[in-house]
């Protein structure tokens, strides 16, 4: 059997969501491995709720936020950023590949570019395989 | 503490979700779970018999959390929290699970779409569960309106809103009111004068004791919500500010620069001229080349920028049918010369165009079809034999063959752009662009002068390209709109601000260093941060970089993300 | 690369096109068409270049002539463009283009000339009456005379050097080289097509016209053969008088019903007639029934008393010789079958070019 990897996104309201619904109403497929959680800004996006995502047994973690200057908050998109980055050390220490974890931009108007995004992430955690950090958090507790 | 009680609802959208999603089957997994009393599909759940049928199970089984799996909670997420008002079950009870936008309608594979709805209601449900009571606030509503743009729409919506018997401030960057319906001669299909029109507009504008023009005026900035704005603009060098509840933005378009198209040469060779350049030679009645002489043969060539991937997708609306126009003005000024009407598709829309076009075609004007996929008309110079002053060569789409158009005047049909402010004022009033710059819309057809931030309402070719028709009504609409909302006398805002826990902040102040809205003090005696909610928009931000977890934003509290992303994953059990 | 003209369709105004702009290009009448194939001037592609005037295309091309005039384009068409007599126009206007002499551009876009050379032929017949003082047999002893100089000199003047332009516009000047073998294959197909209009039967429901055409034409060309060559007049041989009897009755028969169809205009083919169309159809009546009556008269032995009659007859000879033939729609009977057999060779040119092609790239 292939392995089909569980992918958590986290989408902005304004943007990302919104794109990610253009992409439906567009009718554009993509691959069904990504479930969306909404969070009004990508400024929201805690590292608690990503190392929560990796140790329920996700196996990627995608963030997605306006495009820098078109944050409805103004610059929740740049606290994102800059978390991220800090995120991402911290989780090759915990053992997680940092490509499982991603951030990218997407406006309401990209519909195509979250399909396209959606697919592209599917395969690169698919190229992965599935995510150890669950195991070892179970054998530890 | 209560006993959880929630009732999950799968909707099939008619056969939108349920020809690919197993939705009975997805009620019968939910069933299973803890708390859930009711779990049921429904054909149409935002139908009212969906609806009645929620409110009916809320007072029967007293239930006190609700989930609808359907579409997306961008749509439709208000009319249930209005059910749930009507049951009496407070409204932030509720839970949406996106299953069509995010599912139905972006998968092919059964199975793997019902897989995945059942973990996005498994996740609501196990988010409702945490969720809270929230209380609305009402503000008084600032019955004065602020619109952005002196164009036909900004004037349109001032008159309106001012008839009504309420202020409006009407901004304009420029040093004239009109825009550019004041540099068109006349207008299509009726060619009636867009000056006779526009003029007393203007005057009407200028002499009503409730329109306050600010000209040669610039934002600088725009703080507040819906129902209370402010602003500071500056005028001849001095600020002052005003304060208003809604904002019309109206700040229409730009004719696009055919400088970049180097097929045209414009500016290159001089008799290679753009629309609005011969709208001012109509408008002083006579059309001449650039040495003074009257032209025997003129071309008018479309879709100049529009409907081309390297300059602008989209098609811009309004240029066929004034090329039209001027096929039929310049006949009757020039009636012995050539006319070529150079098209891609001839998109005459609207009532009475496709008349008007049937007529033009009439007037002796040769209709010559390009294909923007096989390349653009060039323009060149031409010889002393040619007996013309350019050749236009191109491959004519419906013979087939390439052929040679001589002319002494071109005009350029060139594209609508989104003004060069739009995105300036869309960063101060808080509202969305879309790829081309123009702005969006809350709903394209529900909601189309509205935008998704509050009291902030959109018009005329700021939207998108559009004919003075349509900016007219999306004008009055717009007026409607703020009119309606100043009826109201008051509005209810947006509760799902940030909160802080006295007990546990520290005192660190880093919340305020994020707020983008300065909502966030600092209360020296108590040493803990404190959210101003009239301002706090509920980005959550600060509520991310709190160390001690003191902040909570309310209805994306940590433990109703958590326990979402925690039902995301339960998936242990799930075969088909 | 072509010049587009705008002014050329209005010189194409006098030839009967009306509706060249209501077309918009739909391909209806292109899709119906039971002879349209690709890259064809058939019949919304010679529209288009008519809207264009795209000068040399409608010259270069023999296309308008395959077309029979069914009339299903003009009747499909959703905007009445009447692309049939579109098509109709284009080929008088062709047989202006072929005519070296360029009278008959003078005739088919002058009315007033047209019936001031009708008149002056008439009034000359007449003159030679006078000289010869109206005696019958001197009179039809010219009369004998004139048509053999006048098939001769038509021919040999006329017919021949148009059919030679009509090769060098649509072969020769568009440099398409045909070997002299594929020519000469071609040339048993070419008098089939001219004395059969076998491609008429392609047209759907087409039957009864074919068919009434085709005696006529046999009728007409077997009248001409027994009173020039047989001596019909002169005879009395009983069976060339009988034959002459069935072939004169045959050509105004026939075209008293086409006369009659022009008038009601039922059909697509008949809605529409130029001056032109008139002349052809009147003329070749009034030729058939003269030269019957004539011979009636003679064989009643009344011609004597009757000079007039031939008089009458000599008058629509002439003017059918020396007007009508040469500078008229007579020549379609040409043009037509030398049409199929340019666009024959045409599309073999063409198809032994891309074997060249193909053997090359392959070697």
Not at chain 2, 204 to 212: P, R, Y
Not at chain 3, 195 to 224: A, P, S
Request: with cysteine; charged share 20%; aromatic share 10%.
């Amino acid at each position: 059997m292939t392995f089909e990897p569980t992918i958590v996104s986290f989408l902005c309201n304004w943007c990302s969501y919104t794109g990610a619904d253009l992409a439906g109403t567009s009718r554009i497929p993509y691959s069904p491995n990504l479930r969306t959680i909404r969070i009004m800004c990508s400024g929201r996006i805690e590292p608690t709720f990503v190392m929560k995502a990796f140790r329920e047994g996700a196996d990627g973690v995608l963030m997605c936020g306006c495009h820098p200057g078109d944050c409805h908050y103004h610059e929740g998109n740049y606290k994102c950023l800059r978390r991220y980055h800090l995120l991402q050390k911290y989780i090759v220490q915990m053992g997680i590949e940092k490509e499982r974890m991603r951030l990218e931009w997407i406006s309401a108007s990209e519909g195509k570019q979250f399909a396209a995004l959606a697919d592209e992430f599917t395969e690169t955690i698919k190229k992965l395989g599935p995510s150890k950090i669950k195991k070892v958090m179970e054998t530890l507790t | 503490m209560e006993e959880i009680r929630i009732g999950v609802y799968i909707c099939w959208c008619g056969s939108n979700i349920a020809q690919l999603i197993d939705v009975k089957f997805i009620a019968g997994e939910i069933k299973k779970l803890e708390n859930v009393i009711i779990s049921r599909d429904y054909k149409y759940m935002c139908s009212d018999p969906g609806q009645e049928t929620l409110i009916a199970d809320i007072k029967q089984n007293k239930l006190n959390r609700i989930v609808v799996a359907a579409c997306s909670p961008r749509i439709h997420e208000p009319t249930f929290r209005k059910a749930l008002e009507k049951a009496g079950l407070n409204p932030y009870m509720f839970q949406m699970a996106n299953i069509r936008e995010q599912d139905s309608w972006v998968h092919i594979d059964k199975e793997y779409a019902t897989l995945k709805a059942v973990a996005l209601v498994k996740a609501a449900v196990s988010r409702v569960k945490h969720h809270e009571p929230l209380n609305k606030k009402s503000v008084e509503v600032n019955s004065a309106t602020m619109v952005i743009g002196g164009g036909i729409t900004g004037l349109t919506s001032a008159l309106e809103i001012a008839q009504a018997g309420k202020q409006v401030y009407l901004i304009e960057k420029s040093d004239s009111l009109g825009g550019i319906t004041a540099k068109i001669d006349l207008t299509y299909p009726d060619l009636k004068s867009a000056g006779q029109m526009i003029r007393p507009k203007i005057s009407q504008v200028q002499n009503h004791n409730l329109i306050e023009v600010f000209l040669n005026t610039i934002l600088e900035d725009i703080s507040g919500y819906v129902g209370n704005f402010s602003t500071k603009v500056r005028r001849n060098g001095t600020s002052e500010e005003i304060t208003f509840g809604n904002i019309i933005v109206a700040t229409g378009l730009k004719p696009f620069s055919p400088v970049t198209i180097p097929e045209y040469k414009y500016k290159v060779l001089p008799d290679v001229i753009t629309s609005i350049e011969l709208e001012k030679m109509l408008q002083d009645g006579t059309v001449k080349t650039s040495d003074g002489s009257k032209p025997d043969n003129i071309a008018i060539i479309h879709c100049v920028g529009s409907r081309n991937e390297q300059y602008h997708p989209y098609c811009s609306r309004t240029c066929c049918s004034t090329a039209l126009k001027y096929a039929n003005q310049l006949r009757s000024l020039l009636p012995d010369a050539h006319l070529f009407d150079i098209y891609a598709d001839m998109r005459a829309y609207g009532k009475g165009c496709e008349e008007f076009y049937t007529n033009t075609s009439n007037k002796n004007i040769m209709f010559l079809m390009y294909d923007q996929k096989n390349g653009l008309p060039e323009i060149r110079k031409a010889n002393s034999s040619d007996n013309a002053g350019m050749i236009i060569t191109f491959s004519e789409k419906l013979s087939g063959e390439n052929i040679e158009v001589p002319v002494d005047l071109v005009i350029l049909m060139t594209a609508v752009e989104a003004h060069e402010d739009a995105k300036e004022v869309a960063r101060l009033t808080g509202i969305s662009l879309c790829g081309n710059d123009f702005y969006i819309e809350k709903h394209p057809k529900l909601d189309p002068v509205a935008t998704t931030t509050d009291g902030v309402y959109i018009a005329g070719t700021c939207q998108g390209p559009k004919g003075i028709d349509e900016s007219i009504v999306q004008a009055k609409a717009a007026a409607a709109k703020v009119l309606s909302m100043i009826a109201m006398g008051s509005i209810e805002i947006e509760v799902a601000v940030s909160h802080v826990n006295e007990e546990v902040c520290c005192g660190c102040q880093t919340c305020i260093m994020v707020c983008p809205y300065k909502a966030i003090s600092f209360d020296e005696e108590k040493n803990v941060s404190v959210v101003n909610e009239a301002l706090c928009k509920g980005c959550g931000t600060c509520g991310s970089t709190c160390p001690t977890g003191a902040i909570k934003s309310l209805h994306f509290t940590d433990i109703q993300i958590l326990s979402q992303i925690e039902g995301l994953l339960k998936t242990e059990s799930e075969t088909i | 690369m072509n010049r587009v003209d705008p002014k050329f369709k209005d010189k194409l105004k006098p030839y009967g096109i009306s509706d060249w702009n209501e077309c918009f290009h739909c391909g209806n009448c292109t899709a119906i068409c039971s002879h349209s194939e690709d890259s064809l001037l058939m019949p919304r592609n010679g529209i288009r270049a008519i809207q264009l005037g795209l000068k040399d295309k409608i010259h270069n091309n023999v296309d308008p002539w395959l077309c029979y005039y069914c009339g299903d384009c003009s009747e499909e068409c959703p905007r009445n463009a009447n692309p049939g007599e579109l098509m109709m126009a284009l080929r008088r206007y062709l047989t202006t283009v072929y005519d070296w002499t360029g009278v008959s551009r003078i005739f088919y876009t002058s009315r007033t000339v047209m019936i001031a050379a009708f008149l002056i032929v008439a009034a000359a017949v007449v003159g030679i009456g006078a000289m010869y003082s109206f005696q019958l047999e001197p009179i039809m002893e010219f009369g004998h005379l004139f048509e053999k100089i006048a098939i001769i000199s038509v021919a040999a003047f006329i017919l021949l050097p148009n059919i030679i332009r009509m090769f060098r516009l649509t072969l020769i000047k568009q440099k398409i080289k045909v070997p002299l073998s594929t020519l000469l294959s071609g040339i048993a197909d070419l008098v089939i097509n001219m004395f059969t209009q076998k491609k008429t039967l392609d047209c759907k429901e087409n039957r009864v016209r074919w068919f009434e055409h085709f005696i006529l034409v046999l009728g007409y060309l077997l009248l001409l053969a027994t009173t020039v060559f047989l001596n019909w007049f002169g005879t009395d041989n009983i069976y060339i008088i009988i034959f002459g009897y069935v072939v004169g009755a045959i050509t105004f028969i026939v075209t008293f019903d086409f006369i009659i169809r022009r008038i009601r205009k039922k059909a697509e083919i008949s809605k529409f007639s130029h001056l032109s169309d008139w002349m052809f159809v009147v003329w070749l009546f009034l030729m058939g029934l003269s030269t019957f009556l004539i011979r009636v008269f003679i064989d009643i032995g009344i011609i004597q008393d009757h000079l007039w009659l031939y008089l009458v007859h000599l008058i629509i000879l002439a003017q059918w010789a020396v007007i009508i033939v040469p500078f008229g729609k007579w020549m379609h009977f040409l043009y037509r079958s030398f049409a199929i057999y340019i666009a024959e060779m045409k599309k073999k040119a063409l198809s032994l070019k891309q074997q060249n092609q193909v053997t090359t790239i392959t070697a």
